[in-house]
């Protein structure tokens, strides 16, 4: 039995939407739980400026979520059929999109109640969700090998960076 293969492209964007949703979901913990906790809090505090470091962690997302959503529209379209990734990536959407209309202050000013702030809490738990059903199922369906390949540092012929417009073209050029 051979080996799986992710393409290289799938696993740059794949890998940094990963790191950076863990960190804004960390982050947005930290937030959560220092200025709303209506639902339970954290049992330490950690000093620092949560909402800013949040925030950044929301902008450095915002690109790549997007080039991860071209991709996924166009070269991993396939992927999307499984429910878990096109959940995780509309509550993916959701997340950055609602976290990009929220006001700071809303929150140091203890106003919870705001719309657009009650989506943003309910995408990253229907993200979180959708994470632990994609990770479920990548195990469930490929196992350690499956996983491990999309940590694989290995690139095939033809699949380097230098080829990735090549690869994107020839999708829309069927």
Same mark, same amino acid.
């Given at each position: 039995? @051979?080996?799986?293969?992710?393409? @290289?492209?799938?696993?740059l964007l794949h890998g940094?939407?990963?790191?950076? *949703? %863990?960190g804004a979901w960390a982050t947005g913990l930290m937030v959560y739980s220092h200025f709303d906790g209506r639902w339970g809090r954290l049992p330490f505090a950690l000093e620092g400026d949560w909402i800013d470091i949040h925030g950044t962690a929301g902008v450095l997302l915002w690109p790549v979520a997007l080039l991860f959503a071209f991709y996924a529209l166009t070269l991993g379209w396939r992927r999307l059929r499984q429910p878990a990734n096109g959940i995780? %990536?509309?509550? %993916?959407?959701?997340a950055v999109g609602s976290g990009k209309l929220m006001d700071e202050e809303w929150l140091e000013e203890g106003l919870l109640n705001q719309g657009v702030y009650v989506v943003h809490l309910l995408a990253w *738990?229907?993200?979180t969700a959708a994470v632990a059903l994609h990770l479920w199922g990548a195990f469930a369906s490929g196992g350690v090998p499956l996983v491990r390949s999309m940590a694989s540092l290995q690139v095939?012929?033809?699949? #380097?960076? #230098?080829?990735? %417009?090549?690869?994107?073209r020839r999708h829309f050029i069927r």
């Open positions: 039995m @051979s080996r799986p293969y992710q393409p @290289s492209l799938l696993r940094a939407t990963a790191l950076l *949703v %863990l995780a %990536l509309a509550a %993916l959407a959701l *738990v229907a993200l095939r012929a033809k699949d #380097g960076p #230098g080829d990735w %417009l090549h690869q994107l």
